[in-house]
């Protein structure tokens, strides 16, 4: 049974029903590596992020500095483990751990992929691509509805970034992303590195892609950086590495999609080759420069 | 089979093929572009057991760890998404790995480095309070049947290897040229607050601490340390656990619930 769509006001940044939401500022994924250097300076910065599953643990030091940090800053809840995209049933097991993390730390917002991650019992630890057809929607949908039901809260959806594409998919990405936003009442998690990367691997125009994207829905961007290869053909293939700064094309498509929706909460990730704290915090003022174009 | 089932088989197999069904706008082979995901699975899972055997990893060098966690991570995928604890069986999967025997205290050292990353996350749990201990200590008759609860961080390792000396060395305490491998060593893990440390103990110590673990009484854990016959300091031993806030409950009965 779809439930109504929210009708969320993204245009303002605002309003994404729920327990609570994120302010339309930059913010930054948190790494151990800056614990420290983050209670010390509080520098001023919108919000942290954290992979959800890194503190599905019982005690010890990753508790302690989040509970901290929670304490001085708004907080994003960013699952990796859950595998809406996977065949068979959500793990409620993790579920649970997840439910108890939502509790333990009230974060403002939590998202997950549209993607698979877990499959007849073994943790990949990818986000895996899948079909985007009737049977793939039934699923995304109903694992959509059971997190919502399960956590009490809406959460977010992100766009994936991809490598290949299934020769049995019979919707375009952004097609079934706009299906699950109506069908779930969930909102978009709008990766524009993943949609650049995305888009120069299957040949599409970023900007068409974005704007095919159920926009209205979106309550949070994502800015990262990839690694160039080539394909077969000797064609561009982008990898998704979260290993480097946000690149010209992002930051432009970033800057269009301000444009279109008005401030979003907006995250630079940076998970491998984790610089000092003070450059992540300079690429984030780069950020905060253009959401504070738009304020009136 | 399902689409699915030989996707997640040919991430982990490099002996199988691409699965099929899959597409590239240009026309190009998709295998080139699924041995993406299969790097990435591999990568993602050596990285997290490179991040917890880093001393490991420094005995045999970059490249042979990562081919062995590669070997490893194939032969047993972690079953859980949470990545915190994953390489349980990886010392157990050195100890049978054939290019490893040349080091044979390879597999210790990797035990004794899972010890420490188990520690790292263990629950946190209040220390009994000085005045607690005091007045338990103070009635010497019930001191043999009283049963000690200890930091769920806490795990003895003994091993015929010098486990404890090769870790130190390795975090830049003493000098790894002098390390003597076939010496035996115990080691006591722990997490008396945000550090994890090691210590090297005498092996009754260890038996005992053990023995306190399992849920057996002071005055039955000594003895079993005594009867290592390789002499037993009973107070060097307590005082150890205590300075380390290692003691979270008192058992005045022995029994631990």
Wanted: charged share 15%.
């Amino acid at each position: 049974m779809p439930k109504p769509v929210h009708p969320a006001s993204p245009a303002r940044g605002a309003a994404a029903p729920g327990p609570a939401c994120l302010p339309p500022r930059c913010g930054l994924g948190l790494k151990p590596e800056h614990f420290r250097a983050i209670l010390e300076t509080q520098p001023e910065i919108g919000f942290f992020e954290i992979h959800a599953e890194n503190y599905m643990v019982e005690g010890g030091p990753l508790h302690h500095y989040l509970t901290q940090i929670r304490s001085h800053y708004p907080l994003s809840l960013h699952g990796v483990g859950l595998s809406i995209g996977g065949d068979g049933e959500l793990d409620a097991v993790h579920l649970d751990r997840l439910a108890a993390l939502i509790e333990r730390y009230a974060p403002d917002s939590f998202s997950e992929h549209l993607a698979w991650s877990s499959h007849g019992g073994v943790f990949l630890d990818d986000l895996l691509p899948l079909p985007y057809d009737r049977y793939s929607l039934i699923r995304v949908c109903a694992h959509i509805d059971q997190v919502q039901t399960r956590l009490g809260r809406r959460m977010l959806l992100e766009n994936p970034a991809t490598y290949v594409e299934f020769a049995a998919s019979t919707f375009s990405e952004a097609e079934f992303l706009g299906e699950v936003v109506v069908r779930t009442g969930c909102g978009l998690l709008l990766d524009v590195s993943n949609a650049y990367v995305s888009c120069v691997n299957h040949g599409r125009d970023p900007w068409a892609f974005i704007e095919a994207l159920p926009l209205a829905a979106v309550g949070q961007v994502h800015l990262a950086g990839f690694a160039c290869d080539t394909d077969a053909a000797g064609d561009s293939l982008l990898i998704d590495t979260h290993g480097a700064p946000v690149s010209q094309a992002v930051w432009a498509l970033y800057r269009r999609l301000l444009g279109r929706v008005g401030p979003m909460p907006t995250l630079i990730e940076r998970d491998n080759d984790i610089p000092p704290l003070p450059v992540l915090l300079a690429e984030a003022r780069c950020a905060q420069g253009m959401l504070q174009e738009l304020a009136p | 089979m399902s689409a699915r089932d030989d996707f997640a088989r040919a991430l982990l197999d490099p002996d199988q093929p691409c699965p099929a069904g899959l597409v590239a706008w240009n026309g190009s082979d998709p295998a080139r572009r699924f041995q993406v995901y299969r790097n990435n699975v591999l990568v993602a899972l050596v990285d997290a057991l490179a991040d917890g055997f880093m001393v490991t990893r420094e005995l045999v060098g970059d490249a042979f760890f990562r081919a062995m966690a590669a070997a490893h991570a194939r032969a047993h995928p972690p079953r859980s998404p949470v990545l915190a604890c994953y390489g349980a069986d990886f010392p157990g999967f050195i100890a049978r790995f054939p290019p490893a025997a040349g080091l044979p205290y390879l597999a210790d050292v990797a035990r004794l480095e899972y010890l420490r990353v188990v520690a790292c996350h263990a629950a946190d749990v209040a220390p009994v309070s000085q005045a607690a201990l005091a007045a338990r200590l103070a009635d010497e008759a019930g001191l043999p049947a009283l049963g000690l609860g200890l930091q769920p961080s806490l795990a003895v390792l003994s091993s015929r290897f010098a486990v404890v000396s090769l870790w130190a060395a390795h975090h830049g305490v003493g000098d790894l040229a002098a390390v003597l491998p076939e010496a035996a060593e115990t080691a006591l893990v722990l997490r008396p607050g945000l550090e994890v440390e090691v210590i090297g103990i005498p092996p009754a110590s260890g038996v005992f601490i053990a023995a306190l673990q399992s849920g057996r009484p002071l005055g039955q854990a000594a003895d079993e340390a005594m009867a290592l016959g390789v002499g037993f300091d009973l107070a060097a031993t307590l005082g150890l656990l205590l300075q380390k806030s290692a003691v979270t409950a008192l058992h005045p009965s022995g029994s631990i619930s």
